[in-house]
């Protein structure tokens, strides 16, 4: 019914940049908040940023001041910035969205699949 699509993701240069897209598609009423998250190998996966009612954002330490989170509500699509990369940035990022589907009153967690990030030093 949903899915949530990454892309942007690639092999970058230390102090590169890459921008991340994530788009959602399905029987959407209305999202309440989209997220990114990564997971390198063998660690915890992580909050990275979030934005809420398309204009509220918070970030992870790590990454504040570096990466910038925004979001096209007509397009159901949430962005990463990610400039000045360093690498341990290198992991896979995931977005996720909690969201309202048409006809339903009930928020929804979804997750996509995922796209790799690599910063070479």
């Known amino acids: 019914q949903v899915q949530l699509v990454e892309s942007g993701g690639g092999l970058v240069q230390a102090g590169g940049s890459l921008r991340l897209s994530c788009a959602a598609s399905?029987?959407?009423?209305?999202?309440?908040?989209m997220s990114w998250y990564r997971q390198a190998p063998g660690e915890q996966r992580e909050l990275v940023a979030t934005?809420?009612?398309?204009?509220?954002?918070n970030y992870a330490d790590s990454v504040k001041g570096r990466f910038t989170i925004s979001s096209d509500n007509a397009k159901n699509t949430v962005y990463l910035q990610m400039n000045s990369l360093k690498p341990e940035d290198t992991a896979v990022y995931y977005c996720?969205?909690?969201?309202?589907?048409?006809?339903?009153?009930?928020?929804?967690?979804?997750w996509g699949q995922g796209t790799q990030v690599t910063v070479s030093s």
């Open positions: 996720y969205a909690v969201l309202r589907l048409r006809w339903d009153r009930i928020y929804y967690n979804y």
């Open positions: 399905g029987s959407i009423f209305s999202i309440g908040t």
């Open positions: 934005i809420t009612g398309g204009d509220s954002t």
